[in-house]
């Protein structure tokens, strides 16, 4: 028994040193086949750590779309001063200590020569810090959130016009530009409890009630919450004149769906996400997606720098028809853009020399012409966007609306 | 060697053994200066831990708990909000936190573990996992002290890049050596035997004497308490917290497939579980994780393991090597009541 | 009021299809004494198949269950053949991991085939309420407590008034004594496990009306069977119903009248209290032995 209790312990010892010689022998096989390249022009090699699975996955599909699209298309014009740019794409599972071990090996075991960000807020703030630990440049497309920016961390940059506070202002400046008398008069704000809605339910409501809208109902519910029949019940009891919802997408069809089944039609309907994705219409039956608000970074219809040929390359490479791209692939492909005109301006694509040049200066790309503050936090603003006839269309700040406001009309059931 | 005893005193090898060991996992980090393995090498001291101290409990009173996930959270946000919300500082400061953190979980944890345990077997079971998804909403909604759903930044340690991973690596290591040691202890002690009473057959246990009440507290405390140590380091390394992600029920699980796969109710076998599974799941999912077969291949690891190893590396590695040397008739003796006991373990009556 | 009354009206409807599900849970603890931790994943693939066939093939979800109960049934008997009797010597704590790891597995397989895209089925009714008395009824909502009161009427059918029913009574209440009595114990546990599987089945599709969902809505259905079963008492049939109609009208309360924030709380606290006084659940009978 003695020698048993032994034998067991020093089991542990050799698996231990097994493991770790596993590990060993594949970072020799990484770096031997990265030597081999060097005679054909070393690749430009990117890493990306992205939720190809867990709770994010749905959401992050798209910007995993807009990287590859980048790359390809980066690619098909002779790579980036003559490198080919390749990406290494790692899964975090929608995990934080994931996301920590993706970027750790990327960095340190592969020895990427860039690195772009993860999806989500939530998982941008740990692999923010880590590209700071080792000196990378970390151009990210969506972590938005404050807490991101309060990070303080200067080789940050997200890669859209604006942080998500200001999502709320845009829609908050179109509601306070009616004249009184067409103004709501009573809101609603239920919200998912994460943190891209509440930065932006927060701040409508915030200037709303200044302004005099009286709120008749607001609450959180937590965001993997499928059944949003308590929510639509006291929504519709409280027969608001405009709904403000913090939606992340489920829930934006789902809230619909109640009030349809209610026969309740508020003046004014907002969703934070859902509206914008380009299934929405059949997700909720096409006539009731007609004069739903949204707020957008990206639209189909931008006139920004190279949106023309995003959309035709995403078309002819993933299918279907400009309007139905998500705008996360716009702000996927948009990080890649920064590298390439970082490229075009000083000739060189370093960590150090990115992280200094888009310090200054505003930088054109399908997202709108970008700069940051200190933090990487953006100083550009969102765009109201509504369901009009069908098409998802700018509609506010009046300088890059493409078409008026509509109003809302009745469900069609 | 399933069954503790008060006559597996110290002895040389083990001693040798303990030694051994400390020594392995002290130089780890020395030979390699990669800071990925490094990395790794911290989640896997701490998966070793966390297997090895869900078996206080799991494994050798033989309760099934499945929230775990609830105290390492707890350890977690008392980190967070110890550094951040209280101003204990920087640098080394935070890792002194894990001490009262420990010894608080488990003593806010004794009233609450005195109520789970009136219930047993998969009553229990439900009721542990429970309990997490109670202290996730938690989590979730008291936003002044948690930040809810916005998360809860952690200061970033000002360690150099060069040692980053390092303190972090050795404040797991010491934890993980205190667990062993307490396991050791335990499996040493009368306490080791009451516990085994209590798996084996709780009324009869309570019936002949044997205090299962207080046994079952202080292994559940205990692990806890363990349990929320490594929760609040981990807080400190990974600098951010959000309820999904600090309290999450594949923790717990994840653990208990260690223990499985090195055998439970083994002092070495959740190490064992912890050193194959913690750097495959973290190196497969960052090779493969493409493809989200990922999962079906973890699925697949999971069943091989039940079915193949029903009782773990360990004690299927011992028996293979007693078989080999069936000099003693004594060891088979001991061979056929191990086995016995985790069959009849399973029995629910 | 109004508002607890409308509230309520929807907890009792969705209640009914927590029921169904849960049912499936309690007969297959019955028969295995293991906790189906994939009995979640069971209703998500369920819901995926009618999302198939409604789709691609146009058919109602509704006409569905009549190809996937059968085929859950069929499904069920198979995974207590091929997994669950071999380790019925080592008990119930292997099982519980054995379906928790073929839950993952199926969710691996799921998001592998239909991505991880939330889906929701949408016949023309989807939409449709009615109002009586100046309260909604959503008519999915609607029919799909009618199908959960027929399954479980059925169920219990064959549990009170059939041999099949006695033989699985007694399997559920002594193992033993019912083989020393010459019932086939293994194969009324497949049946059991069978039919269990294939409320999961009949529950699917309605499910998939109801709510959006994709391989990892597994984990909040997952965490209310679990509640439910518990609160049940894990094998009662009544208790299980009881406890999930419970469940259904306490979280839809608590979330229209307090804040959805702590719907799901409000429920386990319950659950606790209940604990507190009744260690064995609602109806359930005292449990012995650690696994």
Not at chain 1, 88 to 113: F, H, M
Not at chain 2, 109 to 123: H, M
Request: proline share 5%; charged share 10%; net charge positive.
């Amino acid at each position: 028994m003695v020698s048993n209790v032994a034998r067991s312990g020093w089991a542990a010892l050799a698996c231990l040193a097994a493991a770790l010689s596993l590990a060993a022998c594949s970072t020799s096989a990484t770096n031997s086949s990265a030597g081999s390249k060097t005679a054909s022009g070393p690749p430009l090699v990117i890493g990306v750590s992205m939720s190809l699975s867990g709770d994010f996955a749905t959401l992050a599909n798209p910007a995993l779309k807009g990287y590859k699209l980048w790359a390809s298309t980066v690619n098909a014009k002779g790579g980036l001063l003559g490198r080919k740019v390749s990406l290494k794409i790692v899964d975090d599972a929608s995990n934080p200590t994931q996301v920590v071990t993706n970027y750790e090996n990327l960095i340190t075991a592969d020895r990427v020569n860039l690195v772009f960000g993860p999806f989500s807020s939530l998982l941008t703030v740990p692999a923010a810090t880590i590209a700071k630990r080792f000196g990378y440049a970390f151009i990210e497309p969506s972590g938005g959130a404050p807490q991101v920016f309060a990070l303080h961390l200067h080789n940050l940059f997200l890669a859209q016009p604006a942080p998500i506070v200001s999502s709320g202002d845009a829609f908050a400046n179109y509601i306070l530009s009616l004249p009184t008398a067409q103004r709501p008069r009573t809101a609603a704000y239920p919200s998912a409890d994460d943190p891209f809605t509440q930065a932006i339910v927060g701040e409508i409501r915030q200037r709303l009630q200044a302004a005099g809208i009286k709120t008749v109902y607001s609450t959180t519910y937590a965001a993997e919450t499928v059944d949003l029949s308590p929510v639509v019940t006291r929504l519709v009891a409280a027969k608001p004149d405009l709904l403000v919802s913090g939606t992340g997408g489920a829930d934006a069809v789902a809230e619909v769906k109640g009030m349809v089944q209610a026969h309740f039609t508020p003046k004014f309907v907002f969703f934070t996400g859902g509206p914008n994705d380009p299934t929405f219409p059949a997700q909720v039956g096409p006539a009731n997606a007609e004069g739903i608000f949204s707020t957008g970074d990206w639209f189909p219809q931008a006139k920004t720098a190279g949106n023309a040929a995003f959309e035709k390359a995403y078309v002819a490479k993933y299918g279907g028809t400009a309007a139905r791209i998500d705008p996360a692939a716009a702000e996927a492909f948009a990080c890649g853009q920064l590298l390439e005109l970082v490229a075009q301006r000083y000739g060189k694509v370093d960590n150090a020399t990115i992280i200094s040049a888009l310090h200054h200066g505003t930088w054109p790309t399908v997202e709108g012409n970008l700069s940051w503050n200190a933090d990487g936090s953006p100083r550009g603003s969102d765009i109201v966007v509504q369901w009009v006839h069908g098409q998802l269309l700018p509609v506010y700040p009046t300088a890059q609306a493409l078409t008026k406001p509509i109003a809302k009309p009745a469900w069609a059931g | 060697m399933t069954r503790p005893g008060p006559h597996s005193r110290i002895r040389p090898a083990g001693t040798i053994q303990a030694v051994a060991f400390v020594a392995v996992v002290a130089v780890l980090p020395l030979i390699t200066g990669q800071h990925w393995l490094v990395s790794l090498l911290v989640f896997t001291v701490m998966y070793a831990g966390l297997a090895s101290a869900w078996n206080l409990l799991g494994g050798y009173a033989g309760y099934p708990a499945l929230g775990h996930g609830a105290f390492f959270g707890v350890g977690a946000y008392a980190m967070a909000i110890g550094t951040s919300h209280l101003g204990v500082g920087g640098g080394y400061r935070p890792f002194v936190l894990i001490v009262p953190i420990a010894v608080g979980t488990a003593l806010v944890v004794l009233p609450i573990a005195r109520l789970l345990l009136r219930t047993r077997a998969a009553a229990f079971a439900v009721l542990s996992i429970t309990l997490m998804f109670m202290v996730q909403t938690l989590a979730y909604n008291i936003r002044s002290l948690t930040g809810g759903s916005s998360g809860l930044i952690v200061p970033l340690a000002p360690f150099p890049a060069a040692i980053f991973e390092r303190p972090f690596y050795y404040a797991m290591a010491a934890l993980l050596a205190l667990t062993l040691a307490v396991c050791w202890v335990v499996r040493t002690s009368k306490l080791g035997l009451a516990l085994n009473a209590v798996r084996d057959d709780e009324d009869r246990a309570r019936g002949l004497g044997v205090q299962t009440e207080l046994v079952k507290l202080v292994a559940f405390a205990v692990s806890a308490g363990l349990t929320a140590a490594f929760g609040a380091v981990w807080a400190y390394y990974i600098t951010f917290l959000y309820p999904g992600f600090a309290i999450d029920p594949l923790l717990a699980l994840g653990a208990i497939l260690m223990a499985f796969l090195g055998g439970r109710r083994t002092l070495w076998g959740p190490v064992v579980g912890a050193a194959l599974i913690g750097p495959a799941q973290q190196y497969f999912a960052y090779r493969f994780g493409a493809s989200q077969l990922y999962l079906v291949a973890y699925a697949a690891l999971f069943l091989l393991v039940i079915y193949l190893l029903p009782e773990g590396i360990v004690p299927s590695l011992a028996r293979r090597l007693r078989r080999l040397r069936r000099a003693s008739p004594a060891a088979a003796t001991h061979d056929q009541v191990a086995t016995d006991s985790i069959f009849s373990a399973g029995d629910l009556g | 009021m109004h508002l607890f009354v409308q509230a309520t009206i929807v907890g009792i409807l969705f209640g009914g299809v927590y029921a169904l599900i849960a049912s499936g849970q309690a007969i297959i603890f019955g028969v295995t004494r293991t906790v189906n931790f994939a009995q979640a994943i069971f209703t998500i693939l369920c819901a995926y198949l009618s999302y198939t066939l409604f789709t691609d093939f146009g058919i109602d979800p509704f006409l569905s269950i009549l190809v996937l109960v059968p085929a859950m049934f069929a499904f069920g008997i198979g995974i207590y053949v091929l997994l669950l009797r071999r380790l019925s010597r080592s008990g119930a704590e292997l099982g519980l991991l054995v379906l928790y790891g073929l839950g993952i597995g199926i969710q691996g397989v799921l998001d592998f085939v239909y991505k991880t895209n939330n889906r929701v089925i949408t016949p023309g009714y989807a939409n449709n309420s009615w109002t009586v008395a100046g309260y909604q009824i959503p008519e999915v909502r609607f029919f799909a407590f009618l199908l959960a009161v027929a399954v479980l009427g059925t169920l219990q059918l064959i549990r009170q008034r059939t041999k099949l029913g006695r033989a699985l009574r007694a399997t559920t209440q002594n193992p033993v004594a019912s083989r020393l009595l010459g019932v086939d114990v293994e194969r009324i546990s497949a049946i059991g496990m069978g039919l269990g599987v294939a409320a999961a089945g009949a529950a699917g599709g309605v499910f998939g009306m109801i709510l959006p969902f994709n391989g990892n809505t597994q984990y909040d259905l997952l965490s209310k069977l679990l509640s439910i079963a518990v609160l049940g008492g894990l094998l009662s049939m009544p208790g299980t119903i009881v406890a999930a109609v419970i469940l259904g009208v306490v979280e839809s309360v608590v979330a229209a009248t307090i804040s959805p924030d702590w719907s799901a709380f409000s429920f386990l606290v319950v659950l606790f209290a209940v604990l507190i006084i009744r260690p064995q659940g609602l109806f359930g009978r005292r449990l012995r032995g650690a696994l």
